[in-house]
């Protein structure tokens, strides 16, 4: 097959600057990289022909292959010797004013015909492009980090991008090796920008006190299978790196409420509590291994009262045939006994609500999440209310943990845990398909390449329901009367009509 670009150019030999030089040297490009720092390119090189000398030991590159790899790798020290290169990928500092000038430079250097790339991963192409005399042929091209195991690559279309500058890019990106996804130029792309909701919820549950950092990641490990809880994820990325983008994206779409920062952040940020790189971040590590609080143990109960259920509580027949199977003793009245333990399954909302607006006591009332089917997760979430009785809480607490499922209690929230952050998810992703930032097909891909979620959002909110999650939503924007919680029209308009969120229209 014919490389789509035979002479490229890589501006920047940092990380990203190698990995995109990489991978372009395996597809089959020349490469020049350049660096204002010429120590840095010659050290980027030497470690490149480190990579391929390991995987010729391993069996997986001949001698060969690794020597054509290291023969397409050249030096460059001045940008005029860059006028040869059909095509340039700029992996600078992020600024908007470094990488305007780099591109003004270029631009009297390179061919007419030279495809000029940003790897941006905040800031606008279109912006970047201005200054330029042809931004028709400038586009956003981000890559993620580390490049060459990260599959998936943004291609960006500006403002004044020519369509077949992007087709090219695509191409390309696929010669490499990684799948290329199409997005227009808005504030986070696809990646940073359907990202928003995992962390940004997570820190706005912790900061109503309903649970702490470890017990909000084991709940979104074990009951809706992410790789890392939002805590491990920010400890690993840092938040030097982290937090900035939180507040780029929120001030882009000027203080949109979804996508809120929040004061935790940006207090440990202040105080250089970055992650596992600075040794301390939600977790404390040694020797770079996180160290995890004890579970609560279950608590000891001499005799369990008798369980009565909510008539509306989600998946009602579910959580009767486990209590059932827990060997519960279960109450049929139509209201329960003055010793029985109430058990309610809100969607959105707080057990508070539930218990007044359906008569209950309070005091022994307990909700449990059933967003998701038992079944299918690894921990049951409950939850109190501020007048929950230690002895009921207790109770339920040794009850849904008699067959030796993990279980973590909460205090109230509307949305528990996993409500709230997957609604959210499921409702940003929404949005994206609705401002037709990209296809619907695009974005489950780069959000499961990208980011590693166990389903794409869109696919996520067609697997618990788009009306079950639209309820959360409903419920959680009547609990806290936030903006933030407001439904797509998107997903409102799917889940009232019982369409597939994934569906493609005609």
């Known amino acids: 097959m014919k490389i789509e670009f035979n002479n490229i150019a890589v501006i920047g030999a940092g990380a990203m600057g190698r990995g995109i030089a990489q991978i372009a040297a395996q597809a089959g490009s020349q490469v020049c990289l350049f660096d204002t720092v010429a120590a840095s390119v ?12 390991k995987q010729v030991a391993k069996g997986k590159l001949t001698p060969e292959q690794a ?8 030096p460059c020290s001045e940008l ?32 007419p015909q030279c495809v000029l790339a940003t790897n941006t991963s905040s800031l606008s192409v279109t912006a970047i492009a201005a200054g330029l005399k042809h931004p028709e042929r400038f586009a956003g091209y981000h890559f993620f980090n580390p490049v060459p195991l990260m599959k998936v690559v943004e291609v960006i279309t500006g403002l004044k991008t020519s369509k077949t500058v992007c087709e090219r890019l695509v191409q390309y990106a696929s010669q490499m090796g990684h799948t290329p996804v199409s997005a227009s ?108 609080p004890a579970q609560p143990p279950v608590p000891s109960v001499a005799e369990l009262p008798p369980v009565w259920v909510s008539p509306r509580a ?3 027949a579910e959580l009767l045939q486990l209590l059932k199977n827990l060997g519960a003793k279960i109450e049929t009245g139509q209201s329960p006994s003055m010793q029985a333990l109430t058990i309610v399954a809100p969607l959105g909302f707080d057990v508070t609500t539930v218990a007044v607006v359906e008569r209950y006591d309070p005091s022994r009332t307990v909700g449990i999440d059933m967003l998701i089917d038992d079944a299918a997760t690894k921990r049951r979430v409950l939850m109190t209310n501020p007048a929950t009785r230690h002895d009921m809480l207790d109770a339920a607490h040794a009850l849904f943990a008699k067959d030796g499922k993990a279980v973590s209690v909460i205090r109230d929230s509307g949305g528990f845990v996993t409500q709230r952050v997957v609604a959210a998810i499921v409702n940003i992703a929404s949005d994206i398909c609705q401002q037709q930032i990209c296809s619907p097909a695009d974005l489950e891909t780069a959000v ?31 609990v806290y009367g936030d903006p933030r919680y407001r439904p797509s029209p998107w997903l409102r308009r799917r889940g009232a009509i019982g369409l597939s969120l994934t569906h493609v229209e005609t």
């Open 42 to 53: 010659d050290k980027s090189i030497a470690d490149l022909a480190v990579v391929w000398d």
């Open 67 to 74: 020597a054509a790899y290291k023969n397409r790798l050249t």
């Open 80 to 111: 005029s010797q860059l006028a040869h290169c059909d095509a340039v990928v700029e992996a600078i500092v992020e600024r908007l004013d470094v990488k305007q000038s780099v591109f003004k430079q270029l631009e009297a250097v390179v061919s």
């Open 185 to 292: 130029d808005t504030p986070g792309f696809i990646v940073n920008h359907a990202g928003r909701a995992y962390g940004t919820e997570a820190l706005r549950i912790v900061s109503e006190g309903i649970a702490d950092f470890a017990t909000i990641d084991a709940i979104l490990k074990d009951q809706v299978g992410f790789k890392l809880g939002p805590f491990e994820l920010m400890d690993l990325t840092a938040l030097d790196v982290s937090h900035p983008v939180m507040e780029s994206v929120y001030r882009q779409y000027y203080d949109e409420p979804r996508y809120r920062p929040s004061v935790i952040t940006a207090q440990r940020l202040a105080g250089g509590v970055l992650g596992r790189k600075t040794g301390e971040g939600f977790y404390p590590y040694v020797d770079g291994t996180q160290i995890k």
């Open 314 to 316: 989600t998946r009602r």
């Open 448 to 478: 499961t390449l990208g980011l590693g979620y166990p389903h794409g959002p869109l696919a996520l909110g067609d697997l618990l329901g788009p009306t079950n999650v639209l309820e959360v939503l409903f419920n959680m924007q009547t």
